[in-house]
């Protein structure tokens, strides 16, 4: 395979001891220039050149100034859908309907005849009116072809008439449990599924085969690991991707680490997995330590289940995508078998039921589980408090808030826009922060996380001082979300997350200092090298493509 070929070339030029020299080394110390000694895939020291003693076959590279961070952790996204995202039609950022119809049709000129036409990140907000789509102009442009186009965020998805048939979705099918179809006022669906009725149509779709699944993970490593990352969290990972992560772990071709979450709908896979202890231990390149649960929906398709009615949406206020018992009884069972628990919670309802659930476990068992809520979106005031107290994680993603902050203030209206995306007041609570991206929902790049936590604002600028301001975090806070944090979400900070001595050599190298670039050309700060177990998985090249040697 040609992916795993260029990884495999890339990994050959960093076996062996290495020694780092010419770098500026963000450790415990802060930033001072420094050599990093590595040897086995572990820091064996760090200091000046003159004091460490590499063996005399040892690889000597030198950074010219570069900067040497922890290597960089994305605590929360989704690592078969982020590859096959990066195969399917791309509709992020089509500023209508209409162009997201145009881009489905040029997209489906290569495929064979009647084979199912898949895409995703349409987002009705940056439309004219904002409103769902109806799938006529769908229909129109594809008459005997199946399509499915996920929203951004994943939470809800159209599908034309074609599409509809083959899941059996008509004016008569009833909405799912935490799920609705959206419908014409004849009764018609518009072809519009939030939530658990996108899984009425995805299970019409062809499901891939293990080579597939194999090559939208490699796919996904490759580009992750360009972005400067060592590892993952992988949110609700299936049997069928855990066992093809396996594959490639036994046989020494994944090439970024893997934290795996189980994806708790699936009682078969947690009863198999749970009687195993949990892989926190490491450095491993797999590591099978949580499980993923959904409190809710997605608060850009009004799926976030809030304690009140969406002020843009009178009547509405969210779905409860998974029944409170049903929540209850898988975050008993795998606390029970000492697995960690992330659950999906944007809305403050969701917020609210979860931490009742983590607080009948009670402080000691989450703090010792490191319990989590993934998204944290829409937090009430007296909840951040119960986040420090319970001891829960706060897994969070910047890039979310400088996505939604254009319509949040219209789904929430004035009296709830301030508990939005609130890591400020988690820090100051005592709430431990860990950074992600919810790739393919977001771009994972780092650098426009890093940017977004410190400024809240878009890339282009906007708006003036950031949204919402108090919030906001320092460069060294925001650069701890895809270290320290991500580390000790990933139960392995006592080897992750630090450029010192004992840990491994996960390494992010960097064109420039980040804590100290004005925060605009964080968008453009370089990533020159990852390095994962002392192993060179992405070195920039000419073009920026991986390739060998010293940079």
Known sequence: ?????????????????RLFVGGIVHGPRGAVPAAVLVRAGRIIATGPREKLHP?????????????????????H??????????????????????????RARRAAAGLPPGAWLTGRGWDQNLWPG??????????AAFPARPVLLRRIDGHAAIANAVALRAAGIGRTTPDPRGGRILRRPDGEPTGVLVDMAVDLATAAVPKPGDATVERWILRSAKALLADGFVQVHDAGTTAQELRVLRRLAAAGRLPIRVYVLLDG???SLLGRELRRPPGWRGPAMLRVGGVKLYADGALGSRGALLGSEYADDPGNRGLAVTPTGRLREVIGRASAAGYQVGVHAIGDEAVHRVLDLYAELGAATCRRLRHRIEHSQIVRPGDVARYARLGIVASIQPTHCTSDMPWAPARLGPERIPWAYRWRSFLEAGVVLAGGSDAPVEDPDP????????????????????WNPPERLTAAEALDLFTTGAAWAGHCESWSGKVAPGYAADLTIVAGDPLALPPRRLLDLRILRTVVGGIDRWVAGSHGTPGGGDS
């Not at 040609?2 to 076996?15: D, F, K, P, Q, R």
């Not at 996204?77 to 119809?101: F, I, P």
């Open 130 to 139: 904002k409103a769902f789509p109806d799938r006529h102009d769908l229909d």
């Open 265 to 267: 709908s699936d009682d």
């Open 447 to 466: 650098r426009r996380g890093l940017y977004a936590a410190v400024t809240r604002q878009r890339p282009d600028g906007t708006p003036p001082g950031g």
């Open 77 to 102: 996204l989704h690592l078969t859908g982020y590859g096959r995202a990066l195969e399917e039609v791309d509709l992020r950022g089509a500023t209508s309907w209409q162009e997201v119809v145009r």
């Open 55 to 75: 063996g005399p076959k040892a690889q000597v590279i030198d950074l010219h100034g570069a900067h040497v961070l922890a290597g960089l952790c994305d605590a």
């Open 1 to 17: 395979m040609v992916v795993a070929g260029v990884l495999s070339m890339v990994a050959t030029a960093g076996a062996g001891e």
